[in-house]
């Protein structure tokens, strides 16, 4: 039972436009929400991430859409760039000290932006 | 200010033999998670680990795999007899401390290739 869930393999938008990449989770435990970007041949390296306790999350082109109650969280990439073009992944943390640290990934949506 | 080392980046064996694959965190983290990737699909947690105990290792497979981050060195993963469907791309990952939601910072992988 997969409890992080990008439904979309790939995605493929145009220079300059908005990419969004969506994510769905079953967990209700998961409180904290983070995004990873992963080029190819490389590990992959920290986006942006949300608490739940907040419905929004922005950081220059990238913002972060939670949804509590639909159990769906969005990556907003605007303007997007050639340069995005990479593997994002959806990775979800539990409540509680112990598991602050165990994240749980989707399976990644690959963005490609075409200039 | 060195990131997450993992060494090597290419690992070659052959059915039967053994697999140890190492990782440095970052300087002052003490928290320690492997994931596995296999190919066309998203990062599978293994094990968490902290100087000298495994915390949780419940993404871990019951035989021929183990882990430990001894108090001195890197941690390591070991794959005893490996059979060709261990052959994946296994990163490791670091975080600061306990009970915060952090964010990990991964190196970049040991790709394992069983003949």
Not at chain 1, 1 to 15: A, R
Not at chain 2, 20 to 43: D, N, T
Not at chain 2, 64 to 83: D, M, N, T, Y
Request: proline letters at 7%; hydrophobic letters at 30%; charged letters at 20%.
């Amino acid at each position: 039972d997969q409890q992080v869930k990008q439904n979309s393999p790939s995605l493929s938008v145009q220079e300059g436009r908005i990419s969004i990449l969506n994510c769905d989770y079953t967990n209700s435990m998961f409180d904290y929400f983070l995004w990873y970007k992963k080029y190819p041949a490389e590990g992959p390296t920290f986006l942006i991430s949300i608490s739940s306790i907040k419905d929004k999350n922005e950081d220059g082109r990238f913002t972060v859409f939670l949804n509590k109650s639909a159990k769906h969280l969005s990556l907003h990439i605007v303007p997007s760039q050639p340069g995005d073009s990479a593997v994002y992944f959806c990775a979800a943390s539990p409540m509680g000290n112990t598991n602050a640290g165990k994240s749980t990934f989707g399976d990644g949506t690959t963005l490609t932006v075409k200039p | 200010n060195a990131g997450v080392m993992q060494n090597p980046r290419h690992l070659v064996r052959r059915r039967g033999q053994e697999a140890r694959l190492r990782c440095s965190p970052m300087k002052g983290h003490s928290h320690v998670y492997w994931y596995r990737q296999l190919p066309e699909e998203g990062l599978k947690f293994m094990v968490y680990l902290q100087k000298e105990n495994i915390i949780d290792e419940s993404g871990m497979p019951k035989e021929r795999f183990s882990a430990e981050f001894p108090k001195e060195g890197p941690s390591i993963l070991r794959i005893q007899q490996v059979v060709r469907g261990d052959s994946a791309a296994y990163f490791c990952a670091s975080s600061p401390g306990p009970g915060t939601y952090n964010e990990q910072f991964f190196g970049p992988g040991t790709r394992l290739t069983v003949l």
